[in-house]
């Protein structure tokens, strides 16, 4: 057996393993156990700190002190432990007991008549954004990343759809998602993470990376507004769920310019939500690491485009 794929099992069990043990537990001891968990991960692997400290000192320069960004590193991580705590609480949420775990604002900026495209981030509880949103009465579905191990990629899945949401792949999402678009549906993206497709140059926090062209082109093609969604954690432990008004998507007529631009707007409002509760952002994960090929290949498109609209008026010339 291969070194990653025993990796990978090991790392299943475990999970099933530490699964089968939080749902039984009391949601409060639960959360006090993801964060020790968590806070003990943050000590005994260096990429967290290493990662962690990395992102904040270039988001942040010098305008936070040491202290204040690792206390910012220290609650993303109890953040990640919370989340992973409360995930089997789920399907919780349809009832009414669940439903008092949160408090919503902005649903009013959603037209139920329509199709929505919701970006978010690994910020707060997102993986409790579907399944909140389908309780207030939206027809919703998230676009995941499957899990290596088969066995926890069907515990996982079957745990999000328990809470009223349909879930795509994303390898495969494009037909499927367009499809549940244009019949009304709003879907969940996350949009914070460095990809490694379909990239477009763009900044966050003041600094040059890459980011996901996937829901501008997404919406673009649908036809459906994009609404940054974020549900984020208050000081008594409840929940908000904030929709706020669709970004105003670019129209230049240069289609390349007019995805890095909806692109950019996404990204700037994921930012902001962000840097107003920086303690609840993944801050662990190589938001800036640098893609050559994305590099590469977005210059080629350019140079193609610019060639197509070029050909014309050298026509004309000869």
Not at 42 to 50: A, D, I, Q, Y
Not at 55 to 64: E, H, I
Not at 164 to 171: A, G, R
Not at 222 to 245: C, K, Q, W
Request: aromatic share 8%.
């Amino acid at each position: 057996m291969a070194e990653g794929e025993l990796r990978h099992r090991v790392y299943g069990l475990l999970t099933r393993g530490a699964f089968s043990v939080v749902r039984r537990m009391p949601p409060g001891t639960a959360r006090q156990a993801g964060k020790a968990l968590a806070g003990l991960a943050g000590v005994l692997v260096p990429r967290v700190r290493k990662v962690g400290s990395a992102n904040l000192d270039l988001a942040y320069g010098d305008s936070l002190t040491r202290e204040e960004k690792q206390r910012i590193l220290r609650d993303a991580v109890a953040n990640l432990g919370i989340v992973a705590a409360e995930f089997c609480r789920i399907p919780h949420l349809q009832t009414p007991e669940g439903r008092r775990l949160f408090e919503v604002t902005g649903l009013e900026h959603i037209d139920r008549d329509r199709g929505a495209l919701f970006v978010s981030a690994h910020f707060g509880n997102w993986e409790w954004l579907g399944p909140a949103g389908a309780a207030v009465g939206l027809k919703v579905a998230l676009v995941v990343r499957p899990f290596d191990d088969p066995k926890l990629d069907r515990l996982i899945d079957g745990v999000r759809r328990s809470g009223n949401v349909e879930t795509f792949s994303k390898d495969n999402a494009m037909g499927p998602l367009l499809n549940w678009l244009k019949h009304g549906g709003a879907a969940g993206i996350l949009a914070d993470q460095s990809p490694r497709e379909n990239g477009v140059p763009t900044t966050f926090f003041g600094q040059p990376c890459w980011s996901t062209a996937g829901p501008a082109l997404i919406a673009r093609r649908a036809r459906v507004p994009i609404h940054p969604v974020f549900m984020f954690r208050n000081p008594d432990g409840r929940y908000t769920l904030s929709f706020e008004p669709a970004l105003e998507p670019a129209a230049t007529g240069d289609l390349l310019e007019d995805l890095q631009q909806t692109t950019q707007r996404i990204q700037d409002a994921l930012e902001k939500t962000i840097r107003a509760y920086p303690g609840q952002w993944l801050w662990m994960h190589r938001r800036w690491r640098r893609r050559e090929r994305l590099e590469r290949e977005w210059n080629e498109r350019r140079q193609r485009q610019e060639r197509k609209q070029s050909a014309p008026d050298q026509g004309l010339k000869t």
